[in-house]
Nanobody, 124 residues
Framework: QVQLRESGGGSVQAGGSLRLSCTVS????????MGWFRQAPGKEREGVAS????????YYSDSVKGRFAISQDRAKNTVSLQMNSLKPEDTATYYC?????????????????WGQGTQVTVSS
């Protein structure tokens, strides 16, 4: 059974930083690509960043490029997201995914298991 546990969210003022972490367990194979997604109230979940075990990427959505940095520790099955220069529009619940079907496009499988997410709130 795949399980994902996100942590590190919180409330910050615009311009501040947060670091999210996610522990992934339960995959019976080494997944190629992991990533972070977010969902704001009333909006669809969107891909934020992805990272693979290959030589491609990492990949970022245009809205976070230059401000966020994704990293991974496959020995510990963790993926992290360093978020700098946060903006109010970054406010959302953030989720990690342990196996993306399209790394460059930061796309998850339709039946991707999700964790409980971690809330990020950025005030102006």
């Amino acid at each position: 059974q795949v399980q994902l546990r996100e942590s590190g969210g919180g409330s910050v003022q615009a311009g501040g930083s947060l670091r999210l972490s996610c522990t992934v367990s339960g995959y019976t194979y080494k997944t190629y690509c992991m990533g972070w997604f977010r969902q704001a109230p009333g909006k669809e979940r969107e891909g934020v960043a992805s990272i693979s075990i290959g030589n491609d990427g990492p990949y970022y959505s245009d809205s976070v490029k230059g401000r966020f940095a994704i990293s991974q520790d496959r020995a510990k099955n963790t993926v992290s997201l360093q978020m700098n220069s946060l903006k109010p529009e970054d406010t959302a619940t953030y989720y990690c995914a342990g196996d993306l079907f399209y790394c460059a496009g930061i796309k998850a499988y339709s039946d991707t298991p999700w964790g409980q997410g971690t809330q990020v709130t950025v005030s102006s």
